[in-house]
Nanobody, 125 residues
Framework: QVYLVESGGGLVQAGGSLRLSCVASGRPFSPYAMAWFRQGPGKEREFVAAISWSGGSTAYVDSVKGRFTISRPDAKNTVYLQMNSLKPEDSAVYYC??????????????????WGRGTRVTVSS
């Protein structure tokens, strides 16, 4: 079992920035990709960004390219999502996820094995 805890969400004005963090624990040390998904009000959950175990491979949904950056420090069980130039349409609950099998990191929700409970981001106009 893997436990994922997200933090860093909150209320921000349009054009502002937030940094989300996710820390994984529980399963013995093993390479895995990590990703962020989000679910806005009345919408289905969608892929946002993913990063490989080494950090050398990343993927982003088109709507956040150039504004969001996913990163993974030397502490491999942690992933960050730096979100700049936020827009009201970025408002959602953001979920962290872990994938033990795919390389490069995948955009498909079904590829991910474990999920956090989410952190809410609200962007006011």
């Amino acid at each position: 079992q893997v436990y994922l805890v997200e933090s860093g969400g909150g209320l921000v004005q349009a054009g502002g920035s937030l940094r989300l963090s996710c820390v994984a624990s529980g399963r013995p040390f093993s390479p895995y990709a990590m990703a962020w998904f989000r679910q806005g009000p009345g919408k289905e959950r969608e892929f946002v960004a993913a990063i490989s175990w080494s950090g050398g491979s990343t993927a982003y949904v088109d709507s956040v390219k150039g504004r969001f950056t996913i990163s993974r420090p030397d502490a491999k069980n942690t992933v960050y999502l730096q979100m700049n130039s936020l827009k009201p349409e970025d408002s959602a609950v953001y979920y962290c996820a872990v994938d033990y099998t795919s390389n490069p990191p995948q955009m498909a929700e079904g590829a991910y094995d474990y999920w956090g409970r989410g952190t809410r981001v609200t962007v006011s106009s």
